[in-house]
């Protein structure tokens, strides 16, 4: 602020004296209004339109520049959060104090959705949207998805196990028996979907199973992913290592998510650094050098 020669006070339009105060956006004041009108906590300015906004007073120029949270409605002050890869902007209230969407982790609003079982589900409204919710439109998916595998990669597992939905709960104890995992119950997120399903092969008995009320799409690549191991059950050894074996489910995944016009989706599996990241990395690269049929042979290997 500086001090500049000026005719009226623009907060109570009173003749200006000898001193006074002109704000950067050219308000000036008289030194009785700069010590009586609340001042914005943003710009400390003063102003007679003050907004309330989480226990603090806001001008209007200020309010309308505040970004708004995603879950709440509410203006932002100081920092937000951006969970994943989405531009929504969430204030860390929610963040910290709502329960958080197993899919996506945006904090649950008022349309969000919440299941109780043997362990709590909890869906945002967007995620909801899309989501897989009869066990009809499963199998329906279900049986699309394994047609898409053979018209697209020319991937067709020896026999079409019987498809089970069930909760986060139950794949994690699957999980944990097959392959030693501590955790019963966690938050996971779409990206790891490989975690979301579940292929179990007992002789001639095969089941897929795969976490209920998920979006339409994640669906779709988690059948796909556990269809590939299914394919790799009787076209692959099983001295392949884990990065080749999950890998190539991966991609598969990947593959088919890029069929549905999910690049978003698929974009995201590119970018984890993780066995499952460098294993699908690995097929991209020998599909660019080879085509999907090397792809194919070297799975096979």
Excluded at 44 to 52: E, G, N, V
Excluded at 206 to 217: D, K, N, T
Excluded at 241 to 253: D, I, K, N, R, T
Excluded at 277 to 283: A, N, T, Y
Aim: proline share 5%.
């Amino acid at each position: 602020m500086s001090q500049k020669q000026a005719r009226f006070c623009h907060l109570c339009g009173d003749r200006l004296q000898s001193k006074y105060l002109v704000y950067s956006n050219g308000l000036a004041v008289c030194e009785r209004c700069e010590g009586s009108v609340p001042h914005c906590s943003q710009c400390q300015i003063p102003s007679r339109q003050l907004t309330m906004v989480r226990g603090t007073q806001v001008c209007p120029d200020c309010l309308q520049k505040l970004p708004i949270c995603a879950c709440c409605r509410e203006p932002v002050l100081g920092n937000y959060y951006i969970i994943g890869d989405s531009p929504l902007k969430y204030c860390e209230t929610c963040v910290k104090t709502r329960p958080r969407c197993d899919i996506c982790r945006a904090p649950l609003d008022a349309q969000g959705k919440v299941f109780q079982g043997r362990s709590t589900t909890y869906r945002c409204a967007s995620c909801f949207s899309t989501a897989v919710t009869t066990s009809g439109e499963a199998q329906q998916l279900y049986r699309a998805t394994s047609e898409l595998l053979a018209q697209k990669l020319d991937l067709r597992p020896a026999h079409l196990p019987v498809l089970h939905l069930v909760e986060r709960t139950t794949l994690m104890e699957l999980h944990k028996e097959a392959a030693g995992l501590i955790e019963t119950v966690t938050a996971l997120g779409a990206e790891q979907q490989h975690l979301l399903g579940f292929f179990r092969r007992v002789d001639d008995d095969w089941q897929i199973y795969i976490e209920q009320v998920l979006p339409r799409a994640l669906f779709q690549a988690v059948a796909a992913h556990e269809l590939a191991h299914a394919w790799q059950a009787t076209h692959a050894p099983a001295t392949q290592s884990p990065e080749v074996v999950e890998g190539f489910a991966e991609w598969v995944a990947y593959s088919i998510l890029l069929t549905l016009g999910e690049q978003r989706a698929a974009a995201r599996l590119t970018r984890r650094d993780d066995l499952y990241g460098r294993g699908l990395q690995h097929f991209i690269a020998l599909e660019r050098s080879q085509g999907r049929p090397g792809v194919l042979q070297h799975a096979a290997r």
